[in-house]
């Protein structure tokens, strides 16, 4: 969403002051990709690379939009614009991209996982949408699946699957946040729980998997950083100055990562990995599905680990505290005028 929603003394206040300062990015190699032209796309949220269509790139706008979404070349220029068939949009926060490993086709997932009241809503959607073979507009059908946390309501705005298992996972937008798994097997004939399996930096605005498994990044209004599938983390990324950082993805060869920011003729910028936590091979699916169940094993404890501090620091802890401090001010005064 647009502004952050601080809950201060059991009060929901709403500040807009984040044009905060991410993490200066002065890597060599960082680029802005291309620049979103339609007029239409004035609040993308969900970033997603297309696995079929060579150089077309989709985004969404967040809430308040209809189910829609956008097939972008690599000049920003829609190329095809698309409806959802039967899906609300109540408050699309993220996309993700994965190939049916049955019949090779692209599959696009929708997440309208955004709840800025922390749990007002009894339950989340994940809309999934086979990639259209031609890229003309169109209206699509979607198969929608209900999520309910197993530890109460959250607010979320990353969404990311794992392509060697196909396991869908939700990282929470708090700040103490965490990474959801969604069971094995989704089921469309009732509510899907979501389980806690890990720690998420805080306030994270966007999540992705790697396409060959071997890692996953969060972002958050700060930086990025990638994982190991068990949850170990492998470093941190710099991001480009933004206003609102709010989507991440992977290029299709895992070597780079494209972000962007809401606000009309909004840009994507590629940052490159370090080479240092780039994929040297292709992990074996043994391997893969072992890490993967030491992160996704149901009812496992949380550990208190480094991804739960890291993207943190001190400047990003003061910008954190100057914000309470401002929502404490604003609960003062409406207090004084009330009396």
Do not use: H, I
């Given at each position: 969403m647009g502004d952050v929603v601080i809950r201060v003394l059991g009060v929901v206040v709403t500040t807009c002051f984040l044009t905060a300062v991410p993490a200066h990015a002065a890597d060599e190699g960082m680029e802005k990709l291309f620049t979103f032209k339609d007029p239409k796309i004035t609040e993308s949220s969900g970033l997603a690379v297309s696995p079929t269509h060579d150089g077309v790139y989709y985004t969404h706008n967040d809430s308040s939009a209809a189910p829609t979404f956008y097939a972008v070349g690599g000049d920003g220029r829609t190329r095809a614009t698309f409806q959802v068939q039967g899906a609300q949009a109540r408050d699309w926060e993220a996309m993700a991209a994965s190939k049916d490993p049955a019949t090779g086709r692209g599959v696009l997932w929708f997440a309208d996982i955004g709840d800025n009241l922390d749990g007002a809503w009894p339950n989340v959607s994940v809309y999934r949408v086979l990639e259209p073979q031609t890229l003309r507009d169109a209206t699509l059908p979607a198969t929608r699946y209900r999520f309910r946390y197993a530890d109460g309501g959250r607010n979320a705005e990353g969404l990311m699957i794992n392509p060697r298992t196909g396991r869908l996972y939700v990282?929470?937008?708090e700040f103490a946040g965490a990474v959801y798994a969604a069971p094995k097997k989704l089921r469309t004939d009732r509510t899907n729980v979501l389980r806690k399996v890990t720690a998420a930096p805080?306030?994270?605005?966007?999540?992705?998997?790697?396409?060959?498994?071997s890692s996953y990044v969060i972002r958050t209004y700060f930086s990025a950083t990638l994982y190991k599938p068990s949850g170990e983390m492998i470093t941190r990324v710099s991001m480009p100055e933004l206003k609102q950082a709010e989507s991440i993805t992977y290029t299709l060869d895992g070597r780079a990562l494209l972000?962007?920011?809401?606000?009309?003729?909004?840009?994507?910028?590629r940052v490159p990995i370090p080479a240092r936590a780039q994929p040297t091979s292709t992990p074996s699916p043994s391997a893969t599905a072992s890490a993967q169940g030491q992160v996704a094993k149901d009812g496992a404890a949380t550990a208190v680990s480094e991804a739960e501090v890291d993207g943190l620091t001190l400047r990003d802890v003061l910008i954190w505290l100057a914000a309470a401090a401002a929502a404490v001010g604003v609960i003062t005064f409406l207090a004084r005028r009330t009396r």
């Open positions: 990282v929470s937008k805080l306030m994270a605005t966007d999540a992705a998997y790697a396409p060959d498994g972000t962007g920011t809401e606000g009309p003729k909004s840009p994507v910028y």
